[in-house]
C-alpha cells in the first residue's frame, strides 16, 4: 500500500524570503512568472493541488 | 410430477424479473457479461426459491419451507460482495462515488433478488390457483401476474431523482482573488492563473436549490453530494487527469439557503447536457430526511 499524506503543505513557492519559514521545503523564485512555472512543475511532481495565498506565496497541497 | 408446470413457469417469471431489472441499472452500474452472469444466476436460485415455496406450502412440507427462508437469508451476501467490490474499485475512478452511494447500489442489488424472490412467488401461486382451466391459462395467468408483480414492484422501488426535489439552474462563476466562486458560494483557492483561465472559459456550474425542507435536509447530506458530484461526471464527462486536483468536481453547500453548488469542466461544453445530468443523479436512500414529519420541523417550515 502506499501511503501519501493527505491536506499538508507539501512545498512552499515564494518570491519573498521574508514571509516564508518553517518545516515544509520552501521554494524561492525571482518573478511571478518563474514562480507559476515553479508551482506546476511541483504541483505535476506531487500530483497535487496549488493553492495562492495572495501575497506571492503559493502552496502545493494534496487533498 | 405434479408441479413441474407450476415451478417451472415461477422460475422463468423470476429469472425474466431479473433480467428486466438488471436492464435498468446500466448507468448506475455498468455490468459487463461476468456482471450480468453473476446476477442473473443469483436470480435464478432466488426465483427457484421462491418458485416452491408454493408447492412445499400446499404439501404441509413446513419444514421444507423454513429452509426456504434460510436460503433466503444468503441473500444478504450479494450486498457486501457488491459493497466490497465497488469499495475496491473507488481508487480506480477519476471522481470517486463515495460510501453512501456504494451502499445504496449494494442495497439495490440485494432488494432485487427479493423482487425476483416474489414474482416467482406470485407466479406460483396464480399457477396453482388456475390448475383446474388447463395448461395454456395456468401459464398466461402466471405470466401475467408475474409481469404485473415485477413491473409493481419496480415501480414501488423507484426512488427520486435530484429534479424531483430541487429545481436546477445554471449560474456563474467568477474569481474572488484566488477563491472560485459560483453563484455566491465560495468554494475552493485555485491557484494558478491558468486554471483559473480555463474554469471561466470551459467551466459550466448550477445552482441545485432545494424546494423545501425535507429537500434541504436531504441535499445536506455529503454522501449526497459526492454521488452529485460522481454522476454528473460521469454522464458528461470530465476535463481532468491523475492528480489535477484543480480540476476535481466541486459540490459546495450555501449554508444560509441550504442550495447546493456544483462546477466542473466538462468534457465538452454543453449546458444542456449538464443541467441533465445533475436533474437525473438518484437521490440516495441513505440521504433522505424527512424534518418536515416531525412537529419541530414544520415550526422551522412556517418560519421560513
Redesign the interface.
Known amino acids: 500500500m502506499d501511503i501519501t499524506p493527505t491536506n499538508q503543505i507539501l512545498a512552499v513557492i515564494t518570491t519573498s524570503r521574508d514571509r516564508v519559514g518553517g518545516s515544509a521545503p520552501i521554494f524561492y523564485a525571482d518573478s511571478v512568472s518563474e514562480l ?1 512555472q515553479m ?2 512543475y511541483l ?2 511532481i ?7 495565498l ?1 501575497n506571492e506565496v ?2 502545493i497541497v ?2 | 410430477m405434479r408441479y413441474l408446470t407450476t415451478i417451472v413457469l415461477a422460475t422463468f417469471s423470476g429469472l425474466m424479473a431479473r433480467l428486466y431489472m438488471l436492464r435498468r441499472d446500466y448507468r448506475q452500474y455498468p455490468s459487463y457479461p461476468q456482471g450480468w452472469a453473476i446476477h442473473l444466476f443469483i436470480g435464478f436460485i432466488g426465483a427457484l426459491l421462491g418458485a416452491v415455496m408454493i408447492p412445499s406450502l400446499i404439501e404441509a412440507e413446513y419444514a421444507a419451507v423454513s429452509f426456504l427462508l434460510m436460503a433466503a437469508s444468503q441473500f444478504r451476501e450479494v450486498r457486501n460482495i457488491e459493497r466490497s467490490g465497488l469499495e475496491k474499485l473507488e481508487k480506480t475512478e477519476l471522481v470517486a462515488r463515495g460510501t453512501a452511494y456504494i451502499e445504496g447500489i449494494a442495497r439495490v442489488f440485494e432488494a432485487r433478488n427479493y423482487l425476483a424472490i416474489w414474482t416467482s412467488f406470485t407466479a406460483a401461486a396464480v399457477s396453482e390457483m388456475t390448475l383446474r382451466f388447463g395448461t395454456l391459462a395456468q401459464a398466461g395467468a402466471a405470466l401475467a401476474a408475474a409481469a404485473a408483480a415485477a413491473g409493481l414492484l419496480n415501480q414501488l422501488m423507484r426512488g427520486p431523482s435530484i429534479g424531483d426535489i430541487a429545481d436546477i439552474k445554471p449560474t456563474e462563476i467568477s474569481f474572488d482573488g484566488p477563491i472560485l466562486v459560483v453563484g455566491g458560494v465560495s468554494g475552493m483557492n485555485v491557484g494558478l492563473p491558468a486554471a483559473r483561465e480555463r474554469y471561466l472559459k470551459q467551466g459550466v456550474a448550477v445552482e441545485i436549490i432545494p424546494r423545501d425542507v425535507d429537500a434541504k435536509a436531504t441535499l445536506a447530506n455529503i454522501g449526497q453530494m459526492q454521488a452529485i458530484a460522481h454522476d454528473a461526471a460521469s454522464m458528461v464527462g470530465v476535463y481532468m487527469d491523475v492528480g489535477e486536483q484543480e480540476y476535481t468536481p466541486l459540490v459546495r453547500r450555501d449554508p444560509e439557503s441550504g442550495k447546493l453548488v456544483m462546477v466542473m469542466i466538462p468534457s465538452e461544453d454543453n449546458q444542456e447536457a449538464f443541467l441533465e445530468a445533475v436533474s437525473n443523479v438518484p437521490v440516495l436512500e441513505t440521504a433522505i430526511r424527512k424534518p418536515l414529519r416531525s412537529v419541530a420541523g414544520r415550526m422551522m417550515d412556517r418560519r421560513g
Open positions: 507559476e508551482a506546476v504541483s505535476r506531487f500530483m497535487a493541488a496549488i493553492h495562492d495572495g503559493y502552496i494534496k487533498h
